[in-house]
């Protein structure tokens, strides 16, 4: 089975904070991606990474950067955090082939206070 | 026009009904079509895909594509309270090979019984 690990489940930090989410998949599969899931907005794209150290900007790319300097790891940076980046961020991860889908992590809830 | 809608929900349907979701997409070039499931405070989780023109049974759910007309929609034939959840409309557009999806918004269904 495919697993897609997230660092933490519940995440709380203050306004002016740099935020770390890491994400960890075990099926050496080449593409990785982060979302932001709000309600009524449905899963927003914030980056992907399709390889060691290479990443593109989804449709919502400000305020955050990424991190992929190992293929089973892509890193969520909130450099200087603030309320409205307060959201369920959710990892995943696939081989991207034409019907390959996308796995989960479990999903981390950020508070930003 | 958004890339891809969904039926505005919620759905509510008693128990051992048909449930019928629904999705329409903008891009003609879309490959690939995915239908997940997410529960309340859980991740998503793939239902089924499908990509060629027609019907594609698995058990109780049926995914339906036409892609003359642009719509995917999702069948759930005896509907149980297990069914409740949001479920999500995913398609892989054309000209990526990276696994890239973009997401419809969800349709909350709940499951009386």
């Known amino acids: 089975d495919v697993k897609v690990t997230q660092s933490s489940r519940y995440l709380v930090k203050r306004t002016g904070e740099k935020v770390f989410l890491e994400c960890v998949q075990d099926?050496?599969?080449?593409?990785m991606f982060w979302y932001r899931q709000d309600p009524g907005l449905g899963l927003r794209l914030i980056y992907f990474?399709?390889?060691?150290?290479?990443?593109e900007k989804g449709d919502i790319p400000e305020g955050y950067s990424v991190s992929r300097e190992k293929k089973e790891r892509f890193s969520l940076i909130l450099e200087s955090a603030s309320t409205n980046q307060t959201s369920m961020y959710l990892c995943?991860?696939?081989?991207?082939?034409?019907?390959?889908?996308?796995?989960f992590g479990p999903g981390t809830r950020l508070t930003v206070l | 026009q958004k890339e891809v809608e969904q039926n505005s929900g919620p759905l509510s349907v008693p128990e051992g009904a048909i449930a019928s979701l629904n999705c329409t997409y903008s891009?003609?070039?879309?490959?690939?079509f995915f239908w997940y499931r997410q529960y309340s405070g859980k991740s998503p989780e793939l239902i089924m895909f499908?990509?060629?023109?027609g019907d594609k049974e698995d058990g109780r759910f049926t995914a339906q594509l036409n892609k003359a007309s642009q719509y995917v929609s999702l069948l759930i034939r005896d509907s149980q309270p297990s069914d409740s959840a949001t479920y999500l409309c995913?398609?892989?557009?054309?000209?990526?090979?990276?696994?890239?999806?973009?997401f419809g918004q969800g349709t909350i269904l709940t499951v009386h019984p």
């Open positions: 990474s399709y390889d060691v150290k290479m990443k």
């Open positions: 099926m050496d599969h080449e593409n």
């Open positions: 891009d003609r070039g879309s490959q690939s």
């Open positions: 995913a398609i892989l557009t054309g000209g990526t090979s990276y696994g890239k999806l973009t």
């Open positions: 995943a991860s696939t081989r991207g082939l034409g019907t390959d889908t996308q796995y």
């Open positions: 499908i990509y060629s023109n």
